[in-house]
């Protein structure tokens, strides 16, 4: 039996933000160091060498790809672009073909006619590792993780097939590893994912842009809601971490779940919070405080009710904060 994560939660699908604004990405471009696959369609990166392991469905790989059609591979390169002469999750290693892919917007992208480019590297920035350990929830890898390692991979205004750039999309995976356990980051700059699919499969249509995880193994696999459909674009402006257009998961487990994390569990139900943590569903989460505190990002801070009238507050006489 084919081994398919089912989704049980509320996705947050209304915000303030509808999705990630590009300041939030992960500096990228060739001042940031990175390389770029060039003005080219179905094209993928030499090996990626790496000194500290990723983990991806339990196993271990310090070789990894970036393929311009919105994915990365591990352990060797995925040929096929999607869905045209590929096939819908679960996709077997077979031939030579390696099909353990990480899949942040696996379509037909179309670089050639010179306008986008997809961006790589490796990192071990201080900052950005840092940044990486702030973006994964305590919830989801608990307060010890430390990033050791991350591989930053960027398709910026890309088009599709065949050399249309009328509609762009723009997102980023962040790949972060400590050596033992490995985290995807997904983020979808704010209304910047226009298309689903080439010009070659019907409508803009037909088999549409798949998000998710592949094992290889022709079994196991992972799929975001939305995949192979219209709706897929819903991907900027959905969550699993209370940030639309921004997604979390662990990769490292045998299994892969896409889930809503509960932000609150951690810290004895008060998550990142100061006093109160309330579960908004779908990754969100909001802070609040006991009374005679104010809020102020996640920590309570007292509120100092004799300050005023000559530190006497409401008080004729003597006042005792």
């Given at each position: ?82 869905p045209a002469n590929g096939a819908p999750f679960p996709i077997a290693t077979a031939s030579g073909i390696v099909a ?153 487990s045998d299994i892969i779940t896409i889930t809503a994390v509960n932000q609150c569990a951690p810290n004895g139900g ?49 006042c005792t904060n």
């Open positions: 039996m084919a081994t398919h994560e089912l989704w049980t939660i509320s996705l947050l699908c209304c915000s303030l933000v509808t999705a990630v604004p590009l300041s939030s990405f992960y500096p990228y471009g060739s001042a940031n160091g990175d390389t770029t696959l060039g003005a080219f369609d179905d094209v993928i990166s030499p090996s990626i060498a790496t000194s500290v392991p990723f983990y991806f469905y339990g196993n271990a790989f310090s070789n990894l790809y970036v393929n311009n059609n919105g994915m990365i591979t591990f352990g060797g390169q995925y040929y096929n672009y999607f353990t892919i990480v899949a942040p917007y696996m379509a037909d992208v179309d670089n050639s006619v010179g306008v986008g480019r997809v961006w790589y590297r490796t990192s071990s920035d201080a900052t950005l590792l840092s940044k990486a350990k702030s973006d994964i929830p305590a919830a989801l890898s608990g307060d010890n993780f430390t990033p050791q390692l991350l591989l930053i991979a960027t398709w910026d205004q890309v088009g599709y097939y065949n050399k249309k750039i009328d509609k762009m999309n723009t997102f980023q995976c962040i790949l972060v590893t400590n050596s033992s356990e490995t985290f995807a980051i997904f983020k979808y700059a704010d209304g910047m994912i226009m298309w689903t699919s080439g010009e070659n499969q019907a409508t803009l249509g037909g088999q549409e842009a798949q998000v998710g995880f592949n094992s290889g193994n022709g079994v196991t696999y992972a799929s975001f809601p939305g995949s192979l459909t219209t709706s897929i674009v819903n991907i900027a402006s959905t969550s699993n971490v209370g940030i639309p257009g921004q997604w979390v998961v662990r990769i490292s008060k998550g990142p919070c100061g006093q109160a943590c309330t579960d908004n569903g779908g990754g969100s989460f909001n802070c609040s405080c006991q009374t005679g505190y104010i809020l102020t990002g996640y920590i309570c801070v007292d509120i100092d009710e004799c300050s005023s009238n000559g530190g006497l507050g409401p008080c004729q006489q003597i």
